[in-house]
């Protein structure tokens, strides 16, 4: 039997991490032609499949009823090895693309930026492997799409 509260509060603790995850993948992939070094192009890459990742579980959020258990796994466990992949594509200040300044002159904040999305990334998988429902990794899920905000909130560029 399903809970009518907690389904109105779960609906818009997804609507928050969708829509956050739906920023960081318009934000993180669109290039234009002086934004094509190959370090931008990997780093945008790569966050664009985070946030097709996200929006593949946050579709089951929507729909319950859709929640597929190997298909969470999937994408949680490819979120989690994927987690180090951008990182090493900051290194050259001038790839600047839709990162802000704040990359290069607050590095150690965003590397405690990169390394919580890593850790909350690593928590996500581990609840999925043994979810049941979407209530199972509700809060991972959750973790995941603050964390994306977190970042790009002081190191992304905003849309003029």
């Excluded at 818009?12 to 094509?36: N, Q, R, V, Y």
């Excluded at 996200?54 to 929507?62: F, L, T, Y």
């Excluded at 594509?89 to 001038?94: G, V």
């Excluded at 996500?124 to 199972?136: E, F, I, P, R, V």
């Amino acid at each position: 039997m399903a809970q009518v509260h907690s389904n109105k509060s779960l609906k818009s603790i997804f609507g928050i991490t969708l829509m956050a995850a739906a920023l960081g993948l318009t934000a993180c992939s669109t290039a234009t032609e002086s934004d094509s070094s190959p370090d931008i192009q990997a780093r945008q890459d790569s966050m664009k499949n985070w946030g097709d990742a996200m929006g593949v579980m946050g579709d089951m959020a929507k729909a319950p009823d859709t929640f597929d258990a190997d298909v969470v796994k999937e994408q949680a466990a490819f979120l989690a090895e994927d987690s180090t992949t951008p990182w090493s594509h900051f290194e050259n200040q001038e790839d600047m693309g839709n990162a802000t300044e704040a990359v290069w002159s607050n590095a150690d904040g965003f590397r405690v930026e990169a390394d919580n999305f890593q850790k909350v990334t690593a928590e996500l998988s581990a609840a999925a492997q043994t979810a049941t429902s979407m209530d199972d990794i509700k809060p991972a899920f959750s973790q995941v799409g603050a964390s994306c905000k977190s970042c790009h909130t002081d190191f992304r560029a905003k849309d003029e």
